[in-house]
């Protein structure tokens, strides 16, 4: 086995998740509807506004990988929804939907042979494929805890 595969299995791994944590499919599994906008005391954010978040930057990163004309997004303001923002039914699925197709988009581009993950970015030369990847897969993580905790303190945990 060559180390370009090894790279490239691991890192769809890591996005994937699974080993260390849960996977993002299990956190928001059979999430309750009525829960989606509920926001437990001293949290700050609820569900969908965490999920929300993470689609908005994953998108934002892999556009930063692919776009060379890509211009930067207003934080905080284009990476969260405005706090009084809800989702039905419909905004729950279209979130998870497109959470899912940018996060596939990225494990093809960590599974094409063509990809070059230590090259620097044309119009970024200080980063990397491999750095962005990483990236995705510490933010992914770290709200993916972020919406388990959630679960358990609105007593919706498996």
Do not use: C
């Amino acid at each position: 086995m060559n180390e370009n595969h090894v790279v490239r299995e691991n890192l769809i791994w890591l996005l994937r998740g699974g080993n260390a944590h849960v996977t993002i499919e299990k956190a928001v599994a059979n999430f309750p509807a009525e829960y989606y906008n509920s926001v437990p005391r001293n949290v700050g954010y609820s569900a969908w506004q965490i999920l929300e978040h993470m689609r908005r930057a994953q998108r934002d990163i892999r556009d930063f990988i692919i776009n060379e004309n890509y211009k930067p997004q207003e934080w905080p303001d284009e990476y969260w929804p405005k706090p009084d923002e809800s989702a039905d039914e419909s905004r729950w699925q279209n979130t998870w939907q497109g959470f899912h197709s940018d996060l596939d988009s990225l494990i093809q581009m960590v599974e094409e042979g063509s990809t070059e993950f230590f090259s620097p970015l044309a119009h970024a030369p200080k980063y990397n494929i491999f750095r962005e990847i990483l990236l995705v897969a510490d933010h992914n993580a770290y709200h993916l805890g972020q919406l388990v905790l959630l679960r358990k303190l609105l007593k919706i945990w498996p």
